[in-house]
């Protein structure tokens, strides 16, 4: 395996804050040999409640927190290639909260800065739709807002945009590219995920197909444009997972139905597989979009393995182990199959 192509996890999928210790978490990667890891804010705050003894963190408190993390990381030669979710922020029309949020990112810009990290993800918006607005000036205009001071951070700041499958406008690959090219600054790019391209264009777990109509169509169309159109060097990471087929469509009645939630959204929470965990369910052509990303467009970098399933909330010593050994044996399956190595 060369330089180019290096594995990473989200910190995250690894176990829930609340139930699996931090550094556990860490010795697990460092074990399974990932290279990288995305910090999640959910792990960062809850250390941060531990080691000061609080239950509403100060920012001393989450930077003393930051500080744990990065010397536990360094310990184990592990590169923090992000921090997120910074949730919520474009397209509110709760001008407040947007003022609020301002603030909130000068916070994680410290945040990073100790971390040791450049580069901060941001879920396309998915609150409802009577709290947002779909005016894409106004979304364009909010994101380059956090553009514009992240540049004058030293060293400067990255934002890694990304279309969830259900948010609420911005909820396709093709959407957050359009965006991303209004916003128009070096520093905001995208992640693309396989899960929530595949997600949207292809899966539709409240169908009892698991499959949207028209799906291996228009799977192929979107991969065909998105290997003409998008920038390559707007491609700041990529996130290589798969999901469950559900057993009966997702709606009222399902174990994994929330009211109110966005089928989508009750899925990816409970039920994401690693890449070829077909043995648990996974069922999603993201191999096909993966080999989008590195043959076609000519993605080099890292590769973060970004699970979300119900068993992150299991409970037992072993739990972090168990994702971190079956998070690598699906990244060597990977650079066997694309031949990256």
């Known amino acids: 395996m060369t330089i180019s192509y290096r594995p990473a996890i989200l910190s995250a999928s690894l176990g829930r804050a609340w139930l699996h210790d931090f550094d556990k978490k860490a010795q ?12 999640f804010y959910e792990d960062l705050e809850h250390l941060a409640k531990q080691l000061s003894r609080v239950e509403q963190p100060t920012t001393e408190d989450l930077l003393i927190a930051c ?20 949730l919520f922020y474009e397209g509110l029309l709760d001008r407040d909260q947007h ?20 580069t901060i993800q941001i879920p396309a918006n998915f609150l409802p739709a009577d709290q947002l607005t779909g005016d894409m000036k106004i979304i364009v205009s909010d994101l380059r807002e956090l553009a514009d001071l992240g540049l004058l951070q030293v060293p400067q700041i990255r934002f890694a945009y ?97 009211e109110g939630n966005p089928a989508r959204m009750n899925w990816s929470r409970n039920a994401r597989t690693y890449m070829y965990e077909e043995d648990r369910g996974a069922y999603l052509p993201v191999e096909t979009v993966a080999r989008t990303l590195i043959e076609d467009l000519g993605y080099k970098g890292w590769v973060s393995m970004e699970l979300f399933s119900r068993t992150m909330a299991e409970e037992g010593d072993k739990v972090s182990e168990e994702h971190a050994q079956r998070g690598i044996r699906a990244w060597h399956k990977f650079v066997q199959r694309l031949n990256l190595s």
């Open 162 to 258: 990304e279309s969830l499958c259900w948010s609420t406008h911005v909820d396709t690959w093709e959407k957050s590219w359009e965006v991303t090219q209004q916003v128009d600054r070096p520093n905001f790019g995208l992640c693309l995920d396989t899960f929530n391209i595949v997600g949207r264009v292809w899966a539709d777990p409240a169908s009892p197909t698991g499959r949207t109509p028209n799906a291996d169509a228009d799977l192929e169309v979107s991969m065909e444009r998105l290997a003409k159109e998008v920038d390559l060097s707007k491609v700041f990471y990529i996130q290589v997972v798969n999901a469950e087929r559900m057993d009966k469509p997702l709606v009222a009645g399902h174990p994994f139905h929330v």
């Open 99 to 118: 003022d609020r949020l301002i603030e909130k990112i000068k916070i994680w810009f410290q945040l990073a800065k100790v971390l040791g990290t450049d």
């Open 28 to 39: 697990a990667a460092a074990d399974a040999g990932f290279e990288g890891i995305e910090i």
């Open 67 to 86: 500080q744990h993390i990065k010397d536990r990381l360094d310990s184990f030669n592990i590169t923090i290639i992000g921090l997120q979710p910074f």
